[in-house]
């Protein structure tokens, strides 16, 4: 059996600021998860979100659901 490895990437909008989140989208179709962590601590917590979740907070985020910071 083979398991698949979380594939981190953060987002083509990030200045590189400091104050990111990686996302593995490549375990929503084996898992229905997708995993999350702050890129400044690649070998700290993993929050594992259930898929449908995540994507009602991207949603909301898009649909400017969350204010502004």
Not at 18 to 41: F, H, M, T, Y
């Amino acid at each position: 059996m083979m398991t698949a490895s979380p594939r981190w990437f953060k987002s083509s909008y990030s200045n590189n600021g400091g104050q990111c989140i990686e996302v593995a989208v490549n375990l929503v179709a084996p898992r229905g998860v997708v995993p999350v962590r702050d890129s400044k601590d690649p070998a700290g917590p993993v929050l594992n979100l259930p898929a449908s979740a995540f994507a009602a907070f991207v949603t909301g985020v898009k649909a400017g659901g969350f204010g502004t910071v």
